[in-house]
Structure formats: structure tokens, C-alpha cells
């Protein structure tokens, strides 16, 4: 049997499987999704079972603003953090992840070092 809340699978007792599905009737309470522009670090063409145990617990138990930036299937997101830091940024930073595209980090950040640049001028004056 495969729990897709968990992702783990497990051996059930054939008397333990019904037919019928309870609950059925009920939407989906899950969206597919993928963290935007990053993939695991070392050009791995997926991610190792112990990252995504870690991501799981880290992601579980926090509280995410969810960016959509790209709408497709699945949605390609940015979580940020109460702090207003992309966990994304957090999984380069400790080498679990790269950057697929690293300009279109750079951009942003170049954009950010322009706009505190710009806001502290126009204080001054």
C-alpha cells in the first residue's frame, strides 16, 4: 500500500483492503508542486530519500508564504519564510541544492542592492 500523505509504503493484510472507498466524495487536499529554480546539488537527476526526510521536517512544522512563480504542472513555487527568506536560498546555502538558472538569482539580488541604494539616497536628501 502506498500512503501518499507520507510517501512510504507498507504491507497490508489483504482482509484490511476494502473495496468501497471511504471518503471519496472529498476534493483533493494537495497540490503538486516543486521548489522554483533550484535541483538537487551535484547535478543528481533526483533528490537522495535522506533530503527530502529533511525537507519534510523542516517544511511540515513551519509556517510558508507560498509564491507561485511558474503555472504549470506541477506548480513551480518559492516558500518564504516568516523572515521573508526563500527556503530555496536556505537548501543552496547548506549544499543540499543549486541554482538550475543562478541569474535569475543574481538579478534579484542585484535589483535589491539597487532599490536599498535608491530608498537610502531619497532619505538623505
Known sequence: MFFVDYG????????????NIMLEELP???ICCKLYNIRPSGGQPRWSTETLD????????????????????????????????SYSDELVNRN????????????????????KGFMRNEIDT
Open 8 to 19: 512510504t509504503k507498507d504491507s497490508v493484510d489483504s482482509r484490511d483492503i476494502r473495496l
Open 28 to 30: 483533493t487536499v494537495s
Open 96 to 115: 543540499y541544492a543549486e541554482f538550475i538558472d543562478p541569474s535569475l538569482r543574481n538579478k534579484k539580488k542585484k535589483w535589491k542592492k539597487a532599490k
Open 54 to 85: 529533511i525537507i519534510h521536517r523542516e517544511i511540515v512544522v513551519k509556517e510558508f508564504r507560498v509564491n507561485v512563480k511558474v503555472m504549470s504542472h506541477p506548480l513551480q513555487i518559492v516558500l518564504m519564510n516568516k523572515r521573508n527568506i
